[in-house]
């Protein structure tokens, strides 16, 4: 071979210089192989790094159901305007180019202006003081970029027949920090606008949709507090590439379902690559990883019974009444509806500010859950119960000539005087009869009654926006700083107390079923969107029991039939709520809110009940802050929600009584 | 009759093997060049007939007839005038530096503006100084014994070096030296001066180094070009920031630290280039390290050619063009050899370390085995008159061989 020939040569010195060559050479060749076969990997990854950009894409994220499978939150589908920087480079160039020559014509001028006034020419130094420095030259390059994006906008908002503005600060900063990233022009396109432009602008340059998902609301405000809303927040969430160059708009829930269940309902973000240049413009993209949607949350609430509900609070109370509505099937402790008013529009910025942060409404608290409110006579059930298991005869009397003292404090009873037995207490709402019988029965018995009923706790709401309200223990009860009138206050549902509607619908729906004190269930089950999908639904169990009563069958006959008794009694103070078809066991209250004085300045209206009174399946508590009285102004919403009931159980399909789970 | 075939001189006229590398390396330049320009919108606007790859093939061919044109004459008669092409070119190299003359570009003046195109005096001082060096130590060689002729043949070697390096053009200026030492070596120059004078080099640039790699200004510094001084320490991996002054504020810091990155982003353009193109490369104008402009456009069709073809064709197409280079080198030391006289021999050998030298420090410089230079690669790198001067090395190299020994 030629090389060898000449190495073997019989010519010492050209041998030399060949062996050297042959040498140099396969000093090249070393070189080459160690930096394109072994290193080729690791080049190849700086050549992506260096030309590849990340974008995470958010999920698809999943709907909020109702136990019926309609629509409470999902996405839509929302159109929004496009700059593609990328196309436009060209006029961008050709732009600079121009204004650049109209800058050195004017230099040129100037120049010859100076040389006219010196009389001579000027030597390289001095022209040197006329040329651009390089912070001009990037002025003339933003001001020609964003003269040629204003036209092609100009064009645009021409043909689309919709005023447009570029403003020039966010332009220049989208250009330096997201220049593969199209240039967000107009959000939220119409069907008009999206038809326009397909007509008459769609392929041409520079300009194109992009699509985003966007959360909706459909049912407006409805079970806006249960829902909660979505923030603004692009970062990785979870479970996803911790870094992405580009993050595109992304939300995270707050409270509600939306916060508590975020992380199933989001889904997993997906990653493209996009492939730029040395200067930053886009040149292709392709799917890393696609997105994975979310799961959908399917809640045990009921919309028709929501809706009925919301509606009579509105018409009886209007817009501002500061109130709370709990429906809760008695059997399994599934939450049917979930009312708090003042609404919350859970698509937040919806919400007007002043209203937000009003003092006085407070839109933002969940009144069903998150506040403590005295609970009043619809307590006196419980201090019932604890009595009757201590050894109570429902039928002894207890003399109330209007008022009673405990101590040298007077308390006035609302009920006529006259004797009172249990079932007379209960119609009238008797304040003396439970605060003679409660202390008879021994305040500890009171309060053992009421642990078993888990007053004070939280009932674990998987939204977590929950008070555990205040109940005094055994220990607090024994101290030294216990007096009677506070025992009696325990009796008759005020003083040292606290519930949320929550707790007493929880209560009410024990005593309902037999003495199953029950864990609320929110959410039935959370399963993926696609029905299609291999994986299997996550359901939660219904008719969690947390404790039991353990009282006897009778005593809760005794407090039921009593409890039918106010409502269905011409004298009872619940007879508001009746609803002919359909009997119902309920009890009002009216809990008094005292200032530092022991003056009312506010009060709270109850009214707790459950039906049908021959086999329970609903418990309705409704609370009206600063009502009269909890008849009048609690038992006829109730009145509206328990004829929606019923309307559902005589239309609807023997399955939707049947309904189990 | 036996006269007549006793009395031919040569059997074959030229060195097929050679011209075909020759054709190979061209047909590869052609592509390679338009390649790396059709990448630039800019440049791929142009008119057909300013389009690089067009002119490049105007070049060869020009070059081509300048080489074959050379051919003609017996390379005795050329030798003959090595000593005025010599002094000639002596002259367009002091004349490039004058101001109005020689053009400044890139913060060098190595070319003279003619119109058109340019013309750049120290392609052809490489050529002229090979015949004039070969003619030098033609002589017998008992001759170059002789201290004073040895120092001679040093002065001839130091003139034009010291004048292209003055331009400066420290790639150009570098080659020389090799071809010179090389020359003398085969001529039979007495291998202690010539061990003497390695020695001496190799302290002086020794020294050299030390002064731009580690030295702080404000101490005696060897005056350089800033560029150049940049470029090898970037080569070396020295940190810019060492070498600013002492009350430097931290936005200077920064400055030269951002100014760092950019020096080195040519060699590391290029050397993901090189990398990036793994065994078989990405294909013809493939490349994205050049589409994406990466690799910086200015020097994407000439310094860094190489980087095109290597991300573009691979490892296969690097192998390639080194087996081509090889095949002109040792061809041109099979012609050496076989060269009717020291002239031939010299001549040959001059060419063939010339060529070596602008092959091992070009491709060196795109995979980081030695600093920017900016030495072209010969006939694939851009440019007329690296084009003519390779050419009409070529040529010569083609002329000794046809005017060889006849046995």
Known sequence: MLIFDELKKNDPQLRLVAMVLAAGLFILLAGLWWVQIVSAREYESHLETQSYRTVRIPAVRGKILDRNGRVLAENQPQYSLGLYLDDLRKQFDAAYGQSLARMRAVQEQRIAAQEKKLGRPLTKAERRQFALTPEEREQLHEQARF????????????????????????????????????YPLLPNLNTAQIARFEEQ??????????????RVYPDGTTAGHLLGYLQRDDSSKQGEDSYFNYYLPDYRGMVGIEGGFDAQLRGRAGAEAVLVNNLGYRQSKNILSPSEPGHNVVLTLDLDLQRAAEESLLAHRGADARAAIVVMDVRNGDVLAMVSSPALNPDYLSNDLTYLSDPKLRPQINRVTQENYAPGSIFKPIVGLAALEAGLDPNMTVDNPGYVYVGRRHITDLAPPGRYNL????????????????LRAGIENVIRMSEKFHFGERTGLPTRQETAGIFPGLDQVQSAGWHDGDSANICFGQGEMAVTPLQMAVAYAAIANGG?????????????????????????????????????????????????????????????????????????????????????????????????????????????????????????????????????ANTDTPRTMAQTN | ?????????????????????????????????????????????????????????????????????????????????????YWVTIFFLIIVLVPHIGSMKFGARRWIDLGPFQFQPSEFAKLAFILALAHFLSRPADELRLPGNFWKGIGLLMLPFALTLKEPDLGSALVMLPTGLVMMFVAGTPKSYLLKLIGAVGLLAALFLVDVLFVPPGWWQISMEPYQRD???VYFGRDYRAFASANATPAELQRRRQQQLDDEYNVRQALISVGSGGLTGKGWRQGTQNALGYLPRAVAHNDFIFSVIAEQEGF??????????ALVLFTGLRIAGQARDRLGRLVAVGVVTLIFSHVFIN?????????????????????????????IAVGLMQNVHIHRKGY
Request: charged share 15%; aromatic share 8%; net charge negative.
């Open chain 1, 516 to 648: 199953k004190v029950l864990w609320p269930r929110l959410v039935e089950r959370i399963e993926p969107q696609d029905p299609a999908a291999s994986e299997a639904p996550t359901v939660f169990p219904s008719g969690v029991v947390r404790s039991e009563l353990d009282v006897h069958p009778r005593n809760l006959k005794i407090l039921r039939d009593d409890m039918l008794a106010e409502t269905e009694d011409p004298e009872g103070t619940g007879r508001a709520a009746q609803v002919p078809g359909l009997h119902i066991c309920g009890k009002t209250g009216t809990a008094q809110v005292m200032n530092e004085h022991n003056q009312e300045i506010d009060r709270t209206t109850w009214f707790a009940s459950f039906a049908p009174y021959e086999n329970p399946r609903y418990a309705v508590v409704v609370m009206v802050e600063s009502g009269t009285y909890g008849g009048p102004t609690c038992a006829p919403i109730a009145h509206d929600i328990y004829e929606e009931i019923l309307k559902k």
């Open chain 2, 231 to 233: 470029r090898l320490l």
């Open chain 1, 147 to 182: 003269q040629v994006a204003s036209d092609v906008v100009r064009q645009v908002s021409e043909r689309l027949g919709q005023p447009l503005a570029l403003n020039e600060a966010t332009f220049d900063r989208h250009y330096d920090a997201r220049r593969a990233l199209p």
């Open chain 2, 363 to 391: 491709i060196g410089m795109n995979i980081r085995i030695m600093p920017v230079t900016g030495v072209p690669l010969p006939l694939l790198s851009y440019g007329g008159s690296s084009v003519l001067g390779s050419l």
């Open chain 2, 1 to 85: 009759m036996s006269a007549t075939l006793l009395n031919q001189e040569h059997h074959e006229r030229f060195d097929r093997l050679q011209l075909a590398a020759l054709v190979g390396l061209m047909i590869i330049g052609t592509l390679f060049v338009y390649s790396a320009t059709m990448a630039n919108p800019v440049m791929a606007s142009l008119p057909w007939y300013d389009q690089a790859w067009l002119r490049q093939l105007v070049w060869y061919a020009l070059g081509f007839g300048a080489g074959a044109a050379l051919c003609v004459l017996d390379y005795h008669t050329l030798a003959r005038w090595s000593f005025v092409a």
């Open chain 1, 423 to 438: 079932r007379r207490a209960i119609i009238f709402s008797s304040n003396t009869y439970f605060i003679t019988v409660g």
């Open chain 2, 316 to 325: 296969v197409g690097s192998m390639l063009v080194l087996a081509l280079y």
């Open chain 1, 201 to 214: 602008y769609s392929g041409t340059l520079g300009v194109n949709l992009d699509l985003q998902a966007v």
